[in-house]
């Protein structure tokens, strides 16, 4: 099993990531960066989030909190001390993944929709919590000042290292996600996901293995909202802690097909062009909320393992391929 | 106001507030009691409740606590609509699936609400005088709310342990194989129950459109408190439901007395993960 790097599934990933990326400074066109940039972020969101929603089947509803907070922790540092992007944001991810190891000590106990309930209410009273703190704004939030991109080559390069970081960002969640698949810590994971006491019987050491997915899958989103909110120039609770954030990231995973390595990464990539269709077409435009609930309650209920457990399950062919 | 009035003043409207809260939550309570979902709908149905009885008050000149046998029955035939729709497929799936097709009804319903009815503030405008005791002033809006809502759950009361179909209910949400076996329609069952949960939702929207103002999107604050209750009280037990909100109206009203209402929010977060951890049963549950 060495030779797993080389499996086809992920090269073919790998290669179209890559592609992706290198399409908006070849043609310089800001709309395709915008556009890439978006799906980059919800490719790197999604992929952590299945880490522990696919993989371990633990859904964590309020997951948008730790973007919030490695958006908020890699802001302030950045605000307050002038510190570097790039170790601002691998301070964000850590910080989130100690919370979610504490936190998990916590919450990981719950099991089913106890622990959604859980997961919704820590994001809730973080944000209530953030909204209070006057040191970090409160309710307004923070502004960056303009001199702070001086020392990136100012804010047009600014925008680009964003872009670069949040690529490769994509790309490392896409490579552990395949990663985790492919060990014997992702099929213990499974096997908690399929029956939790069956795989404590058979002596794997579940909270451990919960422990440690959780803490994966909040250190990436970490990072993910220093990025954003780098790029944004400004954050506030409102924005970084939005609960529906939260079910696009479930959307995404759930759409892909929960549990695969590919299903994540396509489920973005669709719902950022179906979010772009229905945004601008005239018709949807106001009603975009109504489709998309339209387009999820028809997945659930006639293909709920997502179009990639849909396309693996039909033509037995493809599993070589789509992993 | 001297400060024993003021204690007094909050404890009354908490309790008066909590006793609605409690009616939203129960439909959440009963519903994840008889099927083990939580819908996340419950909202976006409140925020129905609350337009419904605007409609029927400023177009057709409905008095507002007759409007609400009204909303009653459409909440009762949309819940049962939407169990057939949305909810029987997935019934005995992982609760991924009953999270998200709840929540995508709620996408539908908040999705074409935004569209005809705008996110502009409405209220009822419409007085009911107020109760004079001594400084004391409560609003009789709040007083005809609390005394409603505990009408509405001593009729759900009756209804589950006095009549066949309640008693129904009650067997399918403690053993469904077993009801089932012993030749109860546990399809029927579910849909009622999810219908009369989704009906208290919206009287419960109803009645908080009579005290406050609202928006199409009100709804969705009003389920989070649902979801604090609800653990407050027990999950799945429609009585600890108010119990709950009764703790939630008190905490909200005295709690402000000492520190600022923008923490409040904070605190009642911090009680559902820390009950939810500790004592998942709920503040009267047992072991």
Known sequence: MRQNLFDISLIWLLLVLIVMTLIPPLTNSITMREEFFLMMQYIALAASLNIILGYAGYVSFGHIVYYGIGGYVAFSLMYFYNIHLIPAMIAGGIVCAIIALLLGEAVLRLRGAYFAIATIGVNEAVKALVNNLEFLGGSAGLFFNFKIYQQYGGAGSAIWLAYYLMAILAMVVIVVNYLIKKSKFGLGLMSIREDEDAAIVLGIDTRKYKSLAYMLSAFFPGMVGAIFFFKNGNIEPVNAFHLLKSIEMIFMVVLGGFGTVTGPFLGSILYERIRGILLVNPLFKDLHMAVAGIILLFLILFMPAGIIGYLRDKFSVLRRYIE | ?287
Not at chain 2, 92 to 111: C, D, K, Q, R, W
Not at chain 2, 213 to 241: D, Q, R
Request: proline share 3%.
């Open chain 2, 1 to 287: 106001m001297t400060g024993v009035d003021i204690w007094i003043d909050s404890i009354i409207s908490g309790l008066l507030l909590g006793l609605v809260y409690g009616l939203a939550a129960i439909g959440l309570n009963l519903i994840w009691g008889v099927m083990k979902v939580i819908n996340l709908s419950h909202g976006a149905f409140i925020a129905l409740g609350m337009i419904t009885i605007w409609l029927l008050y400023t177009s057709f000149g409905v008095f507002p606590y007759a409007g609400i046998l009204v909303v009653l029955l459409i909440g009762l035939i949309l819940g049962i609509i939407t169990y057939f729709s949305a909810l029987h497929r997935v019934i005995n799936a992982p609760e991924l699936s009953t999270l998200l097709s709840t929540f995508s009804v709620s996408l539908i319903i908040i999705g074409f609400g935004t569209f005809i009815f705008k996110t502009n503030p409405k209220a009822l405008d419409f007085s009911m005088g107020a109760i004079e005791i001594g400084s004391i002033v409560i609003l009789g809006t709040k007083v005809a709310t609390g005394v409603i809502s505990i009408l509405f759950t001593a009729l759900l009361y009756v209804f589950l342990y006095k009549t066949r179909m309640g008693k129904a209910i009650r067997a399918v949400s403690m053993n469904r194989t077993a009801a089932e076996l012993m030749g109860i329609n546990s399809n029927i069952t579910l849909a009622l129950s999810f219908g009369i949960g989704i009906s208290l939702a919206m009287v419960a929207g109803a009645l908080i459109a009579t005290i406050f103002p609202f928006t199409i999107l009100s709804g969705g604050g009003y389920e989070l408190k649902s979801f604090v209750i609800c653990v407050l009280g027990g999950l799945g037990s429609p009585l600890g439901a108010l119990v709950g909100g009764l703790t939630l109206g008190l905490i909200e009203n005295i709690v402000t007395l000492q520190i600022p209402t923008s923490y409040v929010p904070v605190l009642e977060f911090a009680l559902l993960v820390v009950i939810l951890v500790l004592k998942p049963t709920g503040l009267l549950g047992g072991k």
